[in-house]
């Protein structure tokens, strides 16, 4: 099994910033990529930023140049700094990881359970 946790989470006024922070861990071969991704409330998930074992990311628009996704793979976490925050960045914020369990074992995803970023004044 894998386990995906995340945390950082909380409330911010808008203008302010956020670091959230995600750790993989059990029966991990390798980890092909991390991701973020968020559910707002009454509104589906969508991806956020990831970013692969050889470091190339993808940001949605919305959050591209206010958002960094970074990876420390010797401890299978990544992080997403999020800077300039505003009220519709207000969502549950969901950590993937794909990952194998072995030689020629097919890619996995496992979520975490979420960590809710609130952004108010």
């Known amino acids: 099994q894998v386990q995906v946790v995340e945390s950082g989470g909380g409330l911010v006024q808008p203008g302010g910033s956020l670091r959230l922070s995600c750790a993989a861990s059990?029966?991990?071969?390798?980890?092909?990529?991390m991701a973020w991704y968020r559910q707002a409330p009454g509104e589906g998930r969508e991806l956020v930023a990831a970013?692969?074992?050889?470091?190339?990311?993808k940001y949605a628009d919305l959050v591209k140049g206010r958002f960094t996704i970074s990876r420390d793979s010797a401890k299978n976490m990544v992080h997403l700094q999020m800077n300039s925050l505003q009220p519709e960045d207000t969502a549950v914020y969901y950590c993937?990881?794909?990952?194998?369990?072995?030689?020629?074992?097919?890619?996995?995803?496992?979520w975490g359970q979420g960590t809710l970023v609130t952004v108010s004044s």
């Open positions: 059990g029966s991990i071969f390798s980890i092909n990529a």
């Open positions: 970013i692969t074992s050889g470091g190339t990311t």
């Open positions: 993937n990881a794909r990952y194998t369990f072995g030689a020629r074992s097919n890619a996995l995803d496992a």
